[in-house]
């Protein structure tokens, strides 16, 4: 993610802001030219500074739930992620709304990352085989005694609103024995599955993604079985970036794509803030690094990861002085490292920008 700054004179703004603090000024999301900016009213659209054109807020602006921008004369009333909802939780429950915001900036954030990829991301409508959409769901449309799974399937990605919930979503954190869990990292997991399917299936990879990956048609029901029922093997962490990755193929692909978003998306956000790492302490260098890289023009990942293994080690010691759990509880192991090669590659690849 990137920092934004204001037309006004400057003022530092984030991705989620709607209002300028410094000038009052209402704020919109240009995805396209990923700039945020000033919005007047001009007749009956709006006028965003510095960009040509007559705007309008995507139509979940009025849920507080998206600060998009569409071209007012064009048909979507919706914005380039929001047009992916398929179907939303009941609003008119007031609970469900705060959870549903919550969702959605994580989404949005989602949706930063793949429109920098510039990835495939055809909606369901648009494409209803290889589309991508999403229903948040909460607990009370289902069934009596059945909860939401969140889960991926051809496209279609289930979110449970209750995962928006922090109580609920740290008690199935814990009693999965997990060390992270958040609403960025499902959105970004799921999105793994479907990319598989684009990228790797439809893009011609499967051959190589299996020789990193393990062949992904060993039976996947089974598999989660074995999972759930035994734990992942005690030696997980020398092969996998998580021990739910260890599972199957297709997790071990999700896992690690997951983490690799986290990747680039927290060294674009390091080298915003201009940071560099130079421990006193750390004589012989091993730590340091001046983050300049820009992840999303890098041919190799070596640049990113000599970033990155310093910066989350910053990031760890300062959240431990706050009492707070690590920001990045995982270690990199080589397999893992090549695993995550895999993935810079797929997404700089032509083929990623011409499929779908
Ligand atoms: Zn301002
Ligand atoms: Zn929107």
């Not at 021990?243 to 674009?268: G, K, N, Q, R």
Request: hydrophobic share 40%; net charge negative.
């Amino acid at each position: 993610m990137r920092l934004f700054t204001c037309p006004c004179d400057g003022q530092l703004l984030h991705f989620e802001n709607s209002r300028c603090e410094a000038c009052g000024e209402n704020l919109g999301y240009l995805p396209e030219a990923n700039r945020l900016t000033v919005v007047r009213a001009e007749g009956d659209a709006l006028a965003a500074e510095g960009e040509e054109g007559r705007w309008r807020f995507c139509a979940n602006a009025q849920h507080a739930a998206c600060n998009w921008l569409v071209p007012a004369d064009g048909e979507e009333a919706l914005c380039l992620c929001c047009r992916h909802n398929r179907t939303i939780p009941d609003l008119s429950i007031p609970e469900n709304l705060s959870l549903w915001q919550r969702a959605q900036v994580a989404q949005h954030r989602l949706f930063y990352t793949i429109l920098r990829l510039d990835l495939p991301r055809p909606t369901k409508l648009e494409n209803p085989e290889t589309g991508l959409a999403f229903d948040v769901l909460a607990d009370e449309a289902m069934p009596t005694g059945q909860n939401v799974m969140t889960g991926h399937d051809s496209g279609l990605i289930t979110l449970a609103l209750a995962e928006a919930d922090d109580a609920e979503r740290e008690r199935r954190r814990t009693a999965m024995g997990e060390p992270y869990r958040t609403l960025l990292g499902h959105y970004r997991h799921e999105v793994g599955h479907y990319y598989w399917d684009r990228l790797v299936q439809d893009g011609g990879q499967l051959e190589a993604c299996r020789a990193v990956f393990g062949d992904e048609r060993e039976d996947y029901g089974a598999a989660l079985q074995r999972h759930y029922a035994n734990g992942a093997p005690p030696d997980w962490p020398m092969h996998f970036v998580s021990a739910y990755a260890s599972a199957h193929p297709w997790e071990d692909f999700a896992e690690t794509w997951a983490h690799y978003l986290h990747m680039i998306d927290t060294v674009e956000m390091a080298r915003a803030f201009g940071l560099g790492i130079a421990p006193k302490a750390d004589a012989a260098g091993a730590l340091a690094a001046e983050i300049d890289v820009n992840p999303y023009r890098e041919a190799s990942l070596d640049p990113i990861l000599e970033a990155w293994v310093p910066l989350t080690v910053a990031v760890n010691s300062l959240n431990r002085c706050m009492g707070a759990p690590d920001a990045y509880p995982f270690v990199l192991s080589r397999p893992v490292i090549e695993k995550l090669r895999f993935i810079h590659a797929l997404v700089q690849s032509g083929e990623a920008h011409t499929a779908g």
